[in-house]
């Protein structure tokens, strides 16, 4: 054994030689020379690539994979030696002050490195690598712990009471109490050992509630996903340079250690981390053959393609051709989705009476994103702060709807159900995009308060029913305007769009109510053929390919989106509070010009989809404020039914109309704005 032994630190130093990591050492020590402090533990990561060691030495190379803790030793003793001969720490004395950590760089893709906790059984005992993936829903502060200590014998004829003998270092899923307490004995003259208290070296340790991915199927709303699964929250310990390194919300894959941690009578599976990686889901290279040769026949119009893609969206909800602007709006409102800091964002605000149509819509266009989540009412929008489960007392930020939604939407159901003081933090959240979680110190045994500040990197969307005996009805004293009472005149200008659904409750389509009544008599079956033809998954994969499209404005686009932005703010004003155009106005503009151009499948934004946006958003802003000198019908993107190719042909010419009486309007009240109103 001693012979393997000595040959896998022979490998070791070969490897380390040929990695970079013997050159890394050797300035890490530096710093510790440098220092000219002594410390009871030297510690140090090694970055191990387990594929280029096993071609070096199988043995070793398996050692590593299931024997880590054991195979930290080799490279124990190498960097000892390496550092005596060396001459590289002055005040290293002995072996056991050297701390190793490896770190993967991966681990072989076979089911046996995988850990999940959905699955059985969950083997914590082995204490080898296993690799695991999910999201960060719960996140501690950040504490100190104890790295290593420097333990004396109390005896002082004893050899042992000086010197570097008795040195304790902290092991995956290792409590602080096995690395430091006050039982320990001399393997010499069984006396006490005490510590010397100067050499103690302390480290950052982070506790992190994670939960399989698998999670955010449950917290959608309508899913064709009949599977049973069991989810189950696992918890991760981030020690020293990995502290920090996870935002909550975000999905990672990660390489550690499994163990038990016992706390009283509690037994908790966590794992030790030793490498964290942000997973970033890939989205298809293409959309599905049906969308391509659609796509083609319909090129000679930019409006064509995504009329009928909002007329036949949604077919196992709703007949094809009912609720289109609203279709729309939701399909814009998808590809707008990313995970950036300053995304361009598109939230919707519903006006019904038909809430559970409504509702049963919304909840299935939520399915189309990997991060879809339906609100529960029972629970906060937005993290709370909590004490931290595993003893400690410090303070956990819990994550919640919102920010699972990270570049998704998050559906909160009625606007109207919520009190005044959830709405202010939802206004608060749209307008900033952030939000702020108070962490008082005294509760949470820390010196002072703090303050975290998160990223809301989602969609909202919501509704509101018209029909509720809250809404009290008044007498509007503008044309078009809609009386919105229930929600805070603030929290309705920072919502991107405010849409009113097409159908009255009493008036309900016929197609509508026969679609009802069949599907009520069975719910699976396919009612029209669009439904066969563009199935759920190509319109999820539609989805997914046409929001990571890079798009870009054009100069022409650009230009009537400021025209049109200027003219409606010298029009839309009152004498108390002057203009009534928001000043978020502009990125709404650019967002639904730019979600327009996503679902044409373009890269730039044309004046076509500087069209529809403006129109959407007119139309929106004749529900908050009344018309305006633009004058806009009722509904201005979809002005009568598709049927056919000649009422997509009267589409394109009525809406070439309405462009040409937009560049009249902006030249008539743009301030110094001259627009090419060539007539054809």
């Known amino acids: 054994m001693h012979r393997e032994i000595q040959k896998m630190r022979e490998i070791a130093l070969v490897y380390l030689d040929r990695s970079g990591g013997l050159q890394k050492f050797v300035h890490d020590c530096k710093k510790y020379n440098d220092s000219k402090q002594s410390y009871a533990v030297y510690r140090f990561v090694i970055s191990i690539n387990p594929s280029d060691i096993a071609e070096l030495d199988a043995t070793l190379g398996n050692y590593i994979l299931h024997s880590p803790i054991q195979a930290a030793q080799i490279f124990q003793s190498v960097c000892f030696i390496a550092s005596k001969t060396l001459s590289l720490i002055e005040q290293l004395q002995t072996e056991a002050q050297i701390s190793i950590l490896l770190k993967p760089t991966h681990l072989p893709p076979l089911p046996s490195y995988v850990l999940s906790l959905s699955a059985f059984p969950f083997n914590y005992t082995s204490q ?194 009912t609720y289109n602007t609203l279709k729309l709006a939701i399909l814009m409102s998808l590809v707008q989705t990313c995970e950036k800091e300053n995304a361009d964002y598109l939230d919707l605000l519903i006006v019904t009476s038909d809430t559970l149509v409504i509702d049963r819509l ?73 939000t702020t979680v108070f962490i008082p110190g005294k509760k949470y045994g820390e010196e002072a308060d703090q303050q975290v500040t998160i990223s809301v990197q989602t969609n909202f969307w919501s509704f509101v029913d018209s029909s509720s005996k809250k809404h009290i009805q008044k007498d509007n004293f503008l044309i078009g305007q809609m009386d919105m009472n229930l929600i805070p005149p603030n929290l309705l200008d920072v919502f991107g769009l405010l849409i009113y659904n097409e159908f009255p409750s009493c008036q309900l389509s016929s197609p509508l109510v026969r679609h009802i009544l069949k599907k009520a008599i069975n719910p699976e079956a396919m009612l029209y053929k669009v439904s066969q033809q563009f199935r759920m998954q190509d319109y999820e994969e539609f989805i997914l390919f046409a929001k990571n499209l890079q798009v870009e404005l054009s100069s022409e686009a650009e230009n009537l989106i400021q025209g049109y932005y200027l003219a409606s703010r010298r029009v839309r004003r009152d004498s108390t509070h002057g203009s009534t155009l928001s000043a978020s106005a502009l990125k709404i503009l650019i967002s639904l010009s730019k979600a327009h151009t996503k679902l044409s499948l373009r890269k730039k934004v044309l004046e076509e989809d500087a069209l529809i946006a403006i129109l959407l958003l007119e139309s929106s802003l004749t529900l908050k404020h009344g018309k305006s000198a633009l004058c806009i019908t009722p509904n201005p993107v979809f002005p009568f039914d598709l049927s056919d190719e000649n009422s997509l042909q009267q589409r394109d010419s009525y809406l070439r109309q309405c462009h040409h009486q937009l560049l009249k309007f902006i030249g008539a009240y743009g301030p110094g704005i001259h627009m090419n109103t060539n007539e054809e």
């Open 362 to 434: 919304l909840n299935y266009s939520l399915c189309l994103l990997p991060r879809g989540i339906r609100h529960p009412p029972s629970s906060e929008i937005f993290p709370s702060v909590s004490k931290d489960k595993h003893g400690t007392g410090s303070a956990s930020i819990q994550a919640c709807s919102a920010v699972l939604a990270k570049g998704g939407i998050c559906y909160i159901g009625d606007l109207s159900s919520y009190k005044k003081d959830k709405l202010e933090s939802l206004q608060s959240v749209l307008e900033s995009r952030t």
């Open 128 to 321: 080898r690598f296993y690799m695991s993936e999910g999201i960060a829903i719960a996140m501690g502060t950040i504490t100190k712990y104890t790295q290593g200590a420097r333990f004396l014998c109390t005896e002082e004829t004893c050899p042992f009471s000086e010197g570097f003998r008795y040195i304790r270092v902290h092991l995956p899923g290792a409590t602080e109490s096995a690395t430091v307490r006050n039982d320990f004995v001399c393997s010499l003259c069984s006396s006490l050992l005490q510590e010397d208290m100067k050499f103690r070296v302390l480290g950052d340790k982070q506790i992190v509630e994670m939960i399989d991915a698998k999670v955010l199927n449950a917290l959608k709303g309508y899913s064709n996903d009949k599977s049973h699964f069991r989810i189950q929250t696992f918890t991760v310990f981030l020690r020293d340079e990995l502290a920090n390194k996870m935002k909550i919300g975000n999905h990672y894959k990660i390489i550690g250690i499994p163990a038990c941690v016992q706390h009283g009578l509690q037994a908790t599976a966590c794992i030790e981390v030793n490498s964290v990686q942000l997973c970033k889901p890939n989205g298809p290279s293409s959309v599905c053959d049906n969308f391509k040769y659609l796509f083609s026949l319909t090129s000679s119009s930019c409006w064509s393609f995504t009329a009928i893609l909002a007329n036949m969206f949604a077919s196992q909800v709703v007949p094809p051709g």
